[in-house]
């Protein structure tokens, strides 16, 4: 495929995403840049042209060209504070293509060309990674091609795709990194304010029993009192299980459940048996609402309607 070569006087241009804050627009956010249109020579050590080899009287460029740092770019909204300090001292926009069969002083012309057959882009700066957002604008007026292979075109993408995917790798777990203590904070606050939530009456029984620790002290010295305060403790350790089994089993089954106080392994095995089988609870007779799994005595034919309860059959 012919493509057109690049000089150093062909201008490029460019589009990214950057970190964006304004004191007219008080956020952090990225934002899309508009990068200003350069020459490929900026005199910068990055820049790759080959010298010896001509077009117009101008250096070519080769494969791996850099115009370098300090390209000037303006965000969508205007004054954004951070580009003078994070983006321009770090800029670069590069030619990743190459002509391999073409060489000037030993290393592949360089190709970029959007009015190729296969556009061929540039590289240019990003905030998580390279945009490929970047072409020469004016180098299809030249008149001097290099033929480059479909192999260098195929091994072109694959190299610009990993080194994006690679950058967003690498920013992916840089910002994880640094969000790491923040969604600890979060999830610690969370899990608190649930428990505090679904544990509310179970957590005023227990400020209600150490509330006075002088009270405690005594309650625990009488036998009397003491045993009271430990089935006091059991039924609250008994309604936070409660508690505990019904959002597990509410998670189960997909629906919300309401557990009687008091016979809580009978409330769950009847609501589980309705669940997934919504006559065999009765059939079974399993009460609807969590009181006894028996009927009332041995005679045959015992019915329970969820309404009244245990009837006869």
Known sequence: MK???????????GYSLHWFWSPLA??????????????????????????????RFLPITQKGHDCGTWLLD???LPLNMLLPVLVWPFTARTI?????AVRAEGSPIGCADVASKIPLFMLTCGTLCPSPLAWPTTNSGNTVFVGITF???????????????????????????AMAAPIKTFLTWLLFKVLLTVFRDEIKRLLEIVKDPKELLERLKDPAKRDKLIDELED?????LDRMKKALLTAAV??????????????LESVAARSLQPDAAHRLGRSEFGDSLEPPDDR??????GDKGWVPG
């Open 3 to 13: 493509v057109h070569v690049n000089t150093a006087l062909d201008v490029s241009k």
């Open 26 to 55: 008080p956020l952090l956010c990225l934002m899309p840049t508009r990068e200003a249109e350069t020459a490929m020579f900026t005199a910068k050590a990055v820049n790759r042209l080959a010298s010896t080899v001509r077009h």
């Open 74 to 76: 303006d965000s969508l």
């Open 96 to 100: 990743e293509f190459g002509a391999s």
């Open 151 to 177: 192999k260098d075109i195929l091994w072109g993408y694959l190299f610009v795709i990993g080194k994006i995917l690679f950058f967003l790798i690498l920013s992916g777990l840089n910002l994880l990194k």
């Open 236 to 240: 609250i350790a008994k309604d936070w």
């Open 254 to 267: 997909g629906e919300p459940l309401v557990l009687p106080r008091g016979d809580s392994a009978h409330g």
């Open 300 to 305: 045959p034919g015992w019915w329970h309607d």
